[in-house]
């Protein structure tokens, strides 16, 4: 016998390896479950995606309003974060209307001492005429 | 429980007439059967032969699948685990391994179902799948990975091979079963993905030349060299059993 005959003849032996018919039972049921739980999460994934379009399709005219008001709540967004160039500072119209207004505006405390040692007007009580006399005292005094 | 040779016989034939181990299925028209069809068998028989031949006898499965009627897929798949096992263990010499490789595999065939064009038998088509899923997986694994390899029926001792192996060579026959085992993966495993693919089809699992240039996608002479090649290298690995 030729040397690579018999080499042929030994490796073919190994189809001899074998785990069995129970295993090839048991792979064909493995497989039946992990397509049915690849199908069940197609399934759910497509679900939602109906669920959606047909939340959108019931709302009618209305549908457009909240693509826009998305669009109006990121430009809103955008607009109050990006910052100005100089935020500190006051526009040059509105520092020129401060200073001519300055005479006019209350004085206000300036030291803590003028705030604790605020004078509180005392309160003075309206003056009454002699000769007005009130409404329901008429009757008595003509009778006196 | 291992396979007993009644399981053995019950497992699926491959539809390959040209091997020797293999009874041939659909391809394997007699003239008998020709006469009993009758019609044109005489004027054309070669024509009929052809037209039978290229019956695919998975057809009315893989149609049935394609519609989304999963059952027909489960038939396949019972169909097929043993041989598909079978290339891509004798691949890998790792149960585990194989396991996982082939439940990816008939995923993936199942996904890939609906461009399955019926150019070719539906066996070639997912053979094509295996080997090319079990080559990726091993240029990805760890050379260095534990065997974990399968029991072997004890059927081997009735087997011709086997006798006359044991009764010639002493190394064989002092070696028991599990060394003789462990032995050949290792050989096996000493051999290129290329190689290894070749000799599993062609040695082990005696498929023609032909359909193995199929399946993996080269021409018949670069499936012969390569056998050739790989034939050399095992002589080498195996040669104290030659003694």
Same mark, same amino acid.
């Given at each position: ?144 | 429980? @291992? ?32 006469? @009993? ?16 031949? @290229? ?34 263990? &004798?691949?890998?010499?790792? &149960?585990?391994?194989? +396991? ?19 150019? =070719? ?10 080997? +090319? ?8 694994? +760890? ?23 044991? =009764? @010639? =060579? ?24 290329? &190689? ?34 790989? &034939? ?12």
């Amino acid at each position: 016998m030729k040397d690579s005959d018999y080499v042929q003849r030994l490796i073919r032996l190994k189809r001899y390896e074998s785990p069995g018919v129970e295993y090839f039972q048991q792979f064909a049921e493995d497989f039946k479950e992990r397509q049915r739980a690849v199908m069940l999460k197609q399934s759910s994934r497509a679900l939602l995606a109906e669920r959606v379009s047909l939340w959108f399709e019931e709302m009618g005219s209305a549908k457009w309003l909240v693509p826009t008001g998305a669009a109006a709540a990121v430009g809103a967004g955008l607009f109050f974060a990006i910052p100005g160039e100089n935020e500190n500072e006051l526009p040059a119209s509105a520092i020129a209307e401060t200073s001519t207004d300055k005479a006019t505006m209350p004085s206000f405390p300036e030291s803590t001492d003028e705030i604790f040692h605020l004078k509180i007007p005392k309160a003075v009580p309206p003056a009454i005429d002699k000769n007005v006399l009130p409404a329901n005292a008429r009757g008595a005094l003509r009778e006196l | 429980m @291992k396979l007993t040779e009644a399981s053995l016989s019950a497992m699926p034939k491959t539809d390959f007439p040209n091997s020797g181990d293999q009874s041939g299925s659909a391809s394997d028209i007699s003239g008998e059967d020709l006469r @009993k069809k009758g019609g044109n068998a005489k004027a054309n028989p070669m024509s009929e032969r052809r037209k039978m031949r @290229k019956v695919d006898p998975d057809l009315e499965l893989v149609q049935r699948a394609r519609e989304g009627d999963t059952a027909a897929f489960d038939e396949l798949v019972v169909k097929y685990t043993p041989k598909l096992y079978g290339l891509v263990y &004798h691949m890998t010499s790792n &149960h585990e391994d194989t +396991n996982d490789t082939l439940q990816d595999v008939f995923a993936k065939a199942y996904r890939a179902l609906k461009r399955f064009k019926g150019k =070719s038998a539906f066996y070639t088509w997912i053979y094509s799948i295996a080997t +090319n899923m079990t080559l990726n997986f091993l240029k990805k694994r +760890n050379r260095r990975r534990a065997y974990s390899l399968d029991d072997v029926d004890l059927a081997i001792e009735r087997d011709e091979d086997f006798i006359e192996a044991t =009764s @010639k =060579s002493d190394p064989v026959r002092e070696a028991n079963i599990s060394e003789l085992q462990e032995r050949l993966n290792m050989a096996m495993q000493q051999l290129s993905d290329d &190689h290894r693919a070749v000799v599993t089809m062609f040695d082990i699992q005696g498929m023609p030349h032909a359909e193995i240039a199929k399946i993996i996608g080269v021409s018949e002479g670069t499936v012969r060299s390569r056998l050739f090649y790989a &034939h050399k290298q095992l002589q080498t690995y195996l040669d104290d059993f030659r003694k």
